[in-house]
């Protein structure tokens, strides 16, 4: 069994990757992204202890296996991603210093450049953030490159369905039954369920950190418009017993895709996902049930 030290652990992902790394016999020293995080988010285990954020400079945690660094803010708050930025400097210190044989970082899709519908990117696609989250999610594989002396990867996922907001509107408007208008149709997503990405990091961490790749891209490998994600709640919606909305149509022409090609993962390890967009979906009505 291995020794995990997970960062951001009581975050969307990293709370579903302690359960996952325990469930599979796993020791798991679970860092808080941020003073206020509850620890009432984690689960009560005897393999399980938990550090705030500032401990990483004084605490002695012994041998870790892997490091994997998910604690980052989300959005385009440039204050909260210069201290995310300042935070991970800390944790690649913390790996070259101490006694751990590897680190797998949670980067983004957002790194990619923006495409047209039906093209993927697979790892050695362009690069062109668009936004200040992804500029500085491919700041932080830099620092890797330049600054980690330790093995190192970075996985490029999908964006996932709880932080899909579209997707959570639709909902929102069936279960209320508001008609839903759509100003972007022939936008493309590509959204992956938790679930998946957990099985996925799960995939790569067990490759000897010397074999793993430095890049891997982790997502659903499908892309929708953000009209047939609309139709897809609404279908999805009567199946939970809800009457269908109208949903409206208005082309802004701000037409692009961010999909990713995932060949490499799956050819190493074997990993696919399997959780379709509609049972996605399903789980979104059942939680609001």
Same mark, same amino acid.
């Given at each position: 069994m291995s020794t995990i030290l997970l960062t951001g652990a009581t975050g969307f992902l990293g709370h579903?990757?302690?359960?996952?790394?325990?469930d599979d016999g796993n020791t798991v020293i679970a860092i808080l992204g941020r003073p206020e995080d509850k620890v009432?988010?984690?689960?009560?285990?005897p393999h399980l202890s938990v550090y705030p954020c500032?401990?990483?400079r004084s605490t002695h945690f012994g041998h870790i296996d892997t490091l994997i660094h998910t604690a980052f803010s989300r959005g385009e708050n440039i204050a909260g991603l210069s201290a995310s930025l300042s935070f991970t400097r800390e944790v690649i210190e913390m790996v070259n210093n101490c006694d751990i044989e590897s680190i797998i970082n949670i980067s983004s899709q957002?790194?990619?450049?923006?495409?047209?519908p039906g093209?993927?990117? $697979?790892?050695t696609g362009t690069v062109e953030p668009g936004t200040a989250y992804g500029l500085a999610k491919w700041a932080v594989e830099n620092m890797l490159d330049i600054g980690c002396h330790k093995p190192y990867t970075s996985i490029r996922m999908a964006s996932l369905s709880a932080n899909a907001r579209f997707l959570d509107f639709f909902v929102k408007n069936v279960t209320t039954g508001t008609n839903i208008q759509v100003t972007a149709p022939h936008q493309y997503a590509s959204i992956m369920d938790v679930a998946d990405a957990v099985t996925g990091i799960q995939a790569i961490a067990s490759i000897l950190p010397q074999q793993r790749s430095s890049i891997y891209n982790l997502g659903p490998g499908v892309q929708y418009s953000i009209a047939e994600y609309a139709k897809m709640c609404i279908n999805r919606g009567q199946a939970f017993g809800y009457s269908p909305v109208e949903?409206?149509?208005?082309?802004?022409? $701000?037409d692009f895709a961010i999909c990713m090609d995932c060949t490499?993962?799956?050819e190493q390890t074997g990993w696919k996902p399997e959780t379709t967009a509609e049972k996605m979906i399903d789980k979104m009505y059942k939680k609001g049930l």
């Open positions: 579903h990757l302690v359960r996952r790394q325990l009432n988010a984690l689960p009560s285990h500032s401990c990483l957002g790194v990619y450049k923006k495409m047209q093209e993927m990117a $697979n790892e949903l409206t149509m208005t082309d802004n022409g $701000n490499r993962l799956q």
